[in-house]
């Protein structure tokens, strides 16, 4: 499991975000990641505050979050385990009880191709300008991180839902999180994304929302996330035969 350079956060996203808050989110994508069971055990607070470098006081307070989410339950003198009940808004769809994951990937992606090029539409037709010029923003702390770090996934799922939200659809925004479970397992499961070239179709898409052209913000995300379909189905092909 890589560990997490906090250097290559978005600065912007640091604003509206503590860093225990922050490592909470690394926590649930590791239980997501790891397909953790229910009633499983997490790593102790020196082991997690050494994979995520920072104190224990930080790994106390992210846990502490999370039993208030309902994401872990803390046993005094035992240790911090996966909750038995997950809040709807974590977890909408119910992916985290979906066994196969790879199915799961694989399905999410099918389902993003039907969906997610509308909402690309309807982004370059709602969005304000501030809201596509963070947009561009984001393109470019991703093409940094790239360059910097040799990967960019957080900036990957600001961008996404920066569009479900642009999109100004109810049901895409509370499928939000669903999002980001899919992203951090595709990492996990099929690895990096088409670097650079995926960075050259994110720009694509923002730069033809920011213009208000729909149609070309529609066939950028068609194109970008079926070069990503095709990606996943070659290397879980090559993982069948082997």
């Not at 979050?65 to 994401?71: G, P, W």
């Not at 992606?109 to 309807?122: G, H, N, T, Y």
């Not at 940094?144 to 049901?171: A, Q, T």
Request: net charge negative; charged share 25%.
């Amino acid at each position: 499991m890589r560990t997490n350079d906090f250097s290559g956060v978005d600065s912007m996203d640091k604003e509206f975000r503590t860093l225990p808050g922050y490592v909470a989110e690394q926590i649930t994508e590791m239980i997501f990641r790891e397909n953790l069971s229910i009633g499983a055990k997490l790593p102790s607070e020196t082991e997690l505050a050494r994979l995520f470098q920072v104190s224990r006081n930080t790994i106390r307070a992210a846990a502490r979050m999370l039993s208030e989410q309902n994401i872990v339950e803390i046993r005094q003198g035992s240790g911090t385990y996966v909750s038995s009940y997950v809040e709807l808004e974590k977890d909408p769809l119910g992916l985290s009880l979906i066994h196969d994951k790879r199915r799961l990937v694989m399905d999410f992606v099918q389902i993003r191709l039907l969906v997610e090029p509308k909402m690309a539409s309807l982004a370059a037709q709602n969005a304000l300008l501030e809201e596509s010029e963070r947009l561009s923003r984001v393109c470019s702390a991703a093409e940094e991180s790239f360059d910097k770090f040799g990967h960019y996934e957080n900036f990957d799922f600001e961008f996404h839902s920066g569009i479900w939200n642009m999109s100004r659809n109810l049901v895409m925004h509370n499928l939000i999180p669903s999002l980001r479970q899919a992203l951090v397992l595709q990492e996990e499961l099929f690895g990096a994304s088409l670097g650079r070239q995926s960075l050259e179709d994110h720009r694509l898409i923002a730069d033809a929302i920011k213009s208000g052209k729909s149609s070309d913000a529609y066939d950028a995300m068609l194109s970008h996330l079926a070069a990503n379909f095709k990606r996943i189905t070659s290397q879980r092909t090559n993982t069948s035969n082997l």
